[in-house]
């Protein structure tokens, strides 16, 4: 049951001012603020590090500026919960020499450490990466949905995101490459305010962040999942998850209670962070989740375990209709799906 109002359509687009941003690959483009969102209304391994200073990387020579593929996907790794969570997984970063970019020593991902100044339509963001060169290293990407969501640290504010990692991080959306596969006019953004995750209509511009590394996995359901004993084991970020749910909606402390006690092949169930539980999204289908690995899943509110830190009457839920993220008061029943 939600309380208060559900997510639009499309993003309330709230514009205060607008002025010219940097130069995109192509072509320039316009600054505007951030978008309501919808959220602010509702209650490794490292064993796959790029080293960036390597003879492998990229000659920028020889690199085109055509937009590198990333489809709708799940993470391929373990997902990083913040250091201070106290959970398993905590994040941890390198800096390259030069500062310029930042190695995820959890994911194995490359980011680029220090964003433009600009925004970008989703097209120019895919561009804009693309042509991007950092330390004279090419092969840079806009990211996916979940591979975005994994820099988001749900435990700060303003932004939610390690500041010495990626220092002068605005307060901003940015822009993913993932599609909402029911409106292809609609792209996955990720709200660094708070870490939210929402959507944006592709001509309005946002901020970009740039990736390299391996794409997100794209292997079919029945090679990611195993499933015995009724527990669903995630092969690529290592999580068991239960598989049936209870007909049951647990207020957010309830939620907590339930997971704790739940007794499925032992003990050690806990209420998913808000990152993990992204990670069983899948944006193709809806409900947004494999129905034969996880059967009878409703378009419903899920909770995490994940606070919010600027408003500590709620946390963050995850929608399976779409996957989106929304901060829910933690008095409002909603369903829950257990993690170790």
């Known amino acids: 049951m939600v309380t208060e109002t559900a997510a639009p359509r499309r993003p309330s687009i709230v514009l205060l001012f607008v002025s010219l941003g940097a130069a995109a690959c192509n072509g320039s483009n316009s600054s505007v603020p951030l978008p309501e969102g919808g959220a602010d209304d509702l209650a490794t391994d490292g064993t796959n590090i790029i080293d960036i200073a390597s003879a492998d ?10 937009p590198i593929a990333a489809p709708n996907a799940w993470a391929s790794w373990v997902m990083p919960n913040p250091a201070r969570s106290g959970l398993p997984n905590p994040t941890s970063y ?3 020499a030069s500062g310029n970019q930042v190695t995820d ?22 561009q804009h990466c693309a042509c991007l060169s950092i330390d004279g290293v090419a092969g840079w990407r806009l990211p996916s949905r979940i591979e975005l969501a994994s820099l988001a640290d749900w435990t700060i504010a303003n932004p939610s995101i390690d500041a010495t990692a990626f220092p002068d991080t605005p307060s901003d959306s940015f822009w993913t490459s993932s599609v909402m596969v029911e409106d292809p006019g609609l792209e996955w953004l990720v ?16 901020r970009a962040r740039c990736v390299r590394g391996q794409p997100p996995s794209t292997v079919a359901p029945s090679e990611r999942y195993t499933v015995a ?7 690529q970020t290592k999580l068991n998850w239960q598989q049936a749910l209870s007909t049951s909606l647990y207020t957010w402390a309830d939620a907590n209670t339930y997971c704790a006690g739940l007794s499925l092949s032992g003990a050690g169930w806990r209420v998913p962070t808000i990152g993990e539980i992204q990670t069983i999204v899948d944006e193709s289908i809806g409900p947004s989740v494999d129905a034969t690995v996880f059967p009878m899943t409703p378009s419903a509110y899920f909770w995490s375990s994940s606070a919010v830190v600027d408003d500590p009457s709620r946390a963050w839920t995850a929608f399976f209709a779409n996957g989106s993220t929304y901060r829910m008061a933690m008095t409002t029943p909603e369903a829950v799906r257990c993690v170790r």
């Open 57 to 66: 990387a990229i000659d920028t020579a020889d690199a085109g500026c055509d």
């Open 94 to 96: 390198a800096v390259s």
């Open 105 to 126: 020593n959890v994911t194995g991902l490359v980011w680029q450490r220090t964003v433009d100044s600009g925004t970008f339509t989703w097209d120019d963001a895919k």
């Open 191 to 206: 709200f660094f305010g708070s870490g939210f995750t929402s959507y944006g209509d592709m001509g309005y511009p946002y």
């Open 229 to 235: 004993n009724g527990i669903v084991t995630d092969t």
